[in-house]
């Protein structure tokens, strides 16, 4: 699995970039936000329970992280097809703010590390990644656990102050000073 300090994998993956049927589909590229953080979240597949709740969690701070000049990506190891039917069937997904990347050869989340060994699907794996390609943050939770898009901006957050940040630091917050 990748990890801080590892290049984030070029990509160029069909995307649902809106609910619009006729201007719905994309190719997103890792070169598409450069010079730009990127916040790349996987869930295992459409249709389920938990997945919905992040993504809605991750849309309803797409303003903050897009305040930050982060570019928000979501990926599932379903097809773009797929991820628009969800978006039309589950009312809390039609109005996503950002594009949903269909790894439905699963090359993205494979480079990544995140493909469950027994589901062959994605993990609930976020990475953040700074503008130059890098890898800066990694988080990986079980298919059963959602996560906290409220602590990937804290993070996101602290990786641009560049200080250190102690525990719970929040934005706004003084930073330590080095001895």
């Known amino acids: 699995m990748l990890t801080v300090g590892d290049k984030f994998p070029a990509f160029a993956l069909k995307a649902v970039t809106s609910g619009d049927p006729k201007a719905a589909f994309e190719t997103v590229t890792n070169a598409s936000d450069?010079?730009?953080?990127?916040?790349?979240?996987?869930w295992p597949k459409d249709f389920t329970f938990v997945c919905?709740?992040?993504?809605?969690g991750?849309?309803?701070l797409a303003g903050a992280f897009g305040?930050?000049?982060?570019e928000l990506l979501g990926v599932s190891t379903d097809s773009e097809y797929v991820h628009a039917a969800w978006r039309r069937h589950h009312e809390d997904l039609a109005g996503v703010k950002f594009p949903w990347l269909a790894?439905?050869?699963r090359e993205l989340s494979a480079a990544a590390g995140v493909?469950?060994?027994?589901?062959?699907?994605?993990?609930r794996a976020t990475f953040i990644v700074d503008p130059a390609g890098i890898v800066r943050y990694v988080q990986v939770n079980d298919l059963s656990v959602g996560r906290n898009p409220q602590e990937v901006l804290r993070t996101l957050d602290a990786l641009q102050?560049?200080?250190?940040c102690p525990?719970?630091?929040q934005k706004g917050e003084p930073t330590l000073q080095a001895a």
């Open 103 to 105: 790894d439905l050869k």
């Open 67 to 70: 305040d930050r000049d982060a």
């Open 34 to 42: 450069r010079g730009k953080w990127l916040v790349v979240f996987f």
């Open 58 to 60: 991750f849309n309803d």
């Open 161 to 164: 102050s560049d200080e250190l």
């Open 115 to 123: 493909l469950d060994k027994t589901e062959g699907v994605a993990l």
């Open 167 to 169: 525990c719970n630091w």
């Open 52 to 56: 919905p709740t992040e993504i809605v």
